[in-house]
T-cell receptor, first 115, second 115 residues
Framework: AQSVSQHNHHVILSEAASLELGCNYS??????LFWYVQYPGQHLQLLLK??????LVKGIKGFEAEFIKSKFSFNLRKPSVQWSDTAEYFC?????????????FGSGTRLQVQP | ETGVTQSPTHLIKTRGQQVTLRCSSQ?????VSWYQQALGQGPQFIFQ???????GRGNFPPRFSGLQFPNYSSELNVNALELDDSALYLC??????????????FGEGSRLTVL
């Protein structure tokens, strides 16, 4: 079964610091990759996605992610975080055992941005 | 707001009881997926419904069952509750292509506590 690993469980940054959250997945076939975000008290929402083409994808709120196939990685980045970026971030992949019907999520990274 | 509504938002049950959770999908979305999110973990795929039939299932026992109605709303039923069933249960709706693209629209979840 495929799996998704997020290496950082809790990250604390000051405003304006740069952010990189790691994500690795196990499935070697064709996959679609996603980052979802959950702001405090809100529902999960899509931040960005990669299907094919340019491995550097841009999402909402200044976030971007780079797909490196050889490393099975899809790391999330933001050059300068804001207090409002405080949230939990989940990397997800579909493909593999359940095909494209289901997402396999990582365990999440809680980001705390201090003003 | 995603337009996906879930009820109840919180509930407490005891071991061995049965529970039914409900979900109304976003307008125009005919595919509903259910996920279980245990504390400190990412969401785990339970199953998906499309055209009132189960269209994919994760690694959950048969005591987890579901229904989808003609109006695309859905129910998740869990029989013989166990302590480990305590979790946030998330409903996500999508268009059929959403399963392929990962464009899921999540509700805010139903938090189940089993005592």
């Amino acid at each position: 079964a495929q799996s998704v690993s997020q290496h950082n469980h809790h990250v604390i940054l000051s405003e304006a610091a740069s952010l990189e959250l790691g994500c690795n997945y196990s499935y070697g076939g064709t996959v679609n990759l996603f980052w979802y975000v959950q702001y405090p008290g809100q529902h999960l929402q899509l931040l960005l996605k990669y299907f094919s083409g340019d491995p550097l994808v841009k999402g909402i709120k200044g976030f971007e992610a780079e797909f490196i196939k050889s490393k099975f990685s899809f790391n999330l980045r933001k050059p300068s975080v804001q207090w409002s970026d405080t949230a939990e971030y989940f990397c997800a992949v579909n493909g593999g055992d359940t095909g494209r019907r289901a997402l396999t999520f990582g365990s999440g990274t809680r980001l705390q941005v201090q003003p | 707001e995603t337009g996906v509504t879930q009820s109840p938002t919180h509930l407490i049950k005891t071991r061995g009881q049965q529970v039914t959770l409900r979900c109304s999908s976003q307008s125009g979305h005919n595919t509903v997926s259910w996920y279980q999110q245990a504390l400190g973990q990412g969401p785990q795929f339970i199953f998906q419904y499309y055209r009132e039939e189960e269209n994919g299932r994760g690694n959950f026992p048969p005591r987890f069952s579901g229904l989808q109605f003609p109006n695309y709303s859905s129910e998740l039923n869990v029989n013989a509750l166990e302590l480990d069933d305590s979790a946030l249960y998330l409903c996500a709706s999508s268009l059929p292509s959403g399963g392929a693209t990962g464009e899921l629209f999540f509700g805010e979840g139903s938090r189940l506590t089993v005592l």
